[in-house]
């Protein structure tokens, strides 16, 4: 049953963030004019294991999880601990830390590629210096590219040349790379012959699953033509297995780049890779004042020791499982054309009706209807799934889809999807994947 939860501080907040911030927040996917706004929370005050709370009081199962770096839920206890431990000791030092090695050693020793490593903040920072070290490492200047690697001039060039505050000349330095195409790059490959830094790209390009041998084939191009090929792992790493997608699709890329998943929320990314390519590093200018932030490097320490030790990957995986074959199951019973698309830990959903208006329709009722039910879901997915989401977290959401989509069903019975959304406004989710 629908508890008629009211969202009004959050609404007071974002009235008076409108009149402060540019686009209401600092992150574009989390705008809530890409959710529900109006039906939907959007300020958060507290969390714990599986659940977040918003300022109105009202407690949700979280599956949006800070778009992806809770892995092993809020507030773990391991990780939480090494935090106020180290916090007692200082937060940064002019001199190094010793949590930058004994992190560097944890990565090394988790991620099959990894044998040096460089620690910066974000995955934007991670892709631009992984970047900066395949070029200083080549002498190449260009870079063929598939997928969203952040927000930096040099990646936003290869969609945005020219606009939006990029630069025109930025563009020649990153070549677009079709997905899953390996006739496609094979071709840019010979076109550019002894111009091509590296191959980035993503292990899994959602929604789709790579096709069988295409990473293998994608690793032996790049080794017959001597290009690095970098992993943008900041979705997969940490959540697909320890080592990330590259361990799970046994396929070793020279760099990799890892965020979201390393530290349970501290802000870390890590790019890391070959002894060789990565010593390039040293004379680059790759150099950040928090690189050595020790909070977070406590947390990356705590972290992969919780992956080592515990089932996190297997209980991610079980819970992940579960809720998608739930979502499917119910999506027939209601005749509601909902579909799970890719990996457990991480999947995506598409509502298809023949009609596109009526599929965003349905997607805003289905985020607005289960938050008054208490779970948080993201348009489109991703779906993310933590340690602490258990038995207990899938049974609350599926029963809250089962009431959802009837009410879903329902309205496109009766022709009136949009006199039932309460939001004030609405827009396509800010696109992450090219
Ligand atoms: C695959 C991928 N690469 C890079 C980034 C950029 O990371 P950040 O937002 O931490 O700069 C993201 C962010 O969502 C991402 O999903």
């Known amino acids: 049953m629908s508890d008629n939860r009211s ?11 409108l009149n402060l911030i540019p686009g209401g927040s600092q992150t574009n996917s ?32 979280d599956y949006i999880l800070g778009l992806g770096p809770i892995t092993l839920g809020y507030c773990h206890p391991a990780i939480d601990e090494a935090i106020r431990e180290q916090l007692d000791r200082g937060i940064i030092y002019g001199l190094l830390s010793p949590k ?21 903040k974000g995955g934007s920072e991670v892709t631009t210096a992984a970047a900066r070290i395949a070029r200083g490492y080549t002498g190449r200047d260009l870079i063929l590219n598939c997928g969203y ?12 040349a020219g606009q939006g505050g990029v630069p025109q000349c930025v ?20 076109a550019h012959k002894g111009e091509v830094a ?52 046994g396929v070793t890329p020279d760099l990799a780049c890892f965020a979201k998943g390393v530290a349970n929320g501290m802000p870390v990314g890590v790019v890391c890779g070959r002894r060789d390519v990565m010593a390039a590093a040293e004379d680059l200018i790759i150099s950040v004042t928090y690189g050595g932030e020790a909070l977070s490097l406590a947390a990356v320490c705590a972290a992969l020791e919780v992956y080592r030790t515990e089932p996190v990957f297997e209980q991610i995986w079980a819970s992940g499982e579960k809720l998608m074959s739930g979502f499917d199951a119910l999506a027939d019973k209601h005749g509601v054309p909902l579909k799970c698309h890719g990996y457990a830990p991480m999947s995506s959903q598409t509502i298809t009706y023949d009609d596109a208006e009526l599929s965003a329709d349905a997607w805003t009722l289905l985020l607005q209807e289960m938050a008054q039910r208490g779970v948080l879901l993201r348009r489109g997915g991703l779906l993310f799934v933590t340690y602490s989401h258990g038995d207990a977290e899938v049974e609350e959401t599926l029963a809250a889809l089962d009431e959802s989509l009837a009410v879903i069903a329902d309205a496109v019975d009766a022709g009136d999807i949009k006199q039932r959304l309460h939001v004030t406004e609405v827009e396509e989710s800010f696109r992450r994947f090219n």
């Open 30 to 61: 989390k705008r809530p004019t890409a959710y529900a706004l109006g039906a939907f929370p959007i300020y958060a005050q507290d969390a714990a294991g599986a659940r977040v709370q918003d300022v109105d009081g009202n407690w949700y199962i």
């Open 171 to 190: 563009g020649e330095c990153v070549c677009s790379l079709p997905r899953y195409d390996l006739d496609a790059l094979g071709s840019l490959l010979d």
């Open 100 to 120: 930058e090695v004994e992190a560097a050693e944890a990565i090394c020793d988790m991620v099959p590629c990894a044998e040096m490593v460089r620690f910066l």
């Open 198 to 249: 590296a191959v980035f790209m993503d292990a899994v390009s959602y929604p789709q699953a790579p096709p069988d041998g295409y990473l293998e084939g994608v690793r032996d191009l790049c080794d017959e033509h001597e290009v690095l090929l970098a992993f943008d792992e900041i979705v997969t790493g940490f959540r697909m297995a320890p080592g990330g997608a590259q361990e799970y699709f």
């Open 149 to 160: 690697r952040g927000w930096a001039d040099g990646w936003s060039a290869e969609t945005r």
């Open 7 to 17: 969202f009004d501080k959050s609404m007071e907040l974002y009235g008076r963030a």
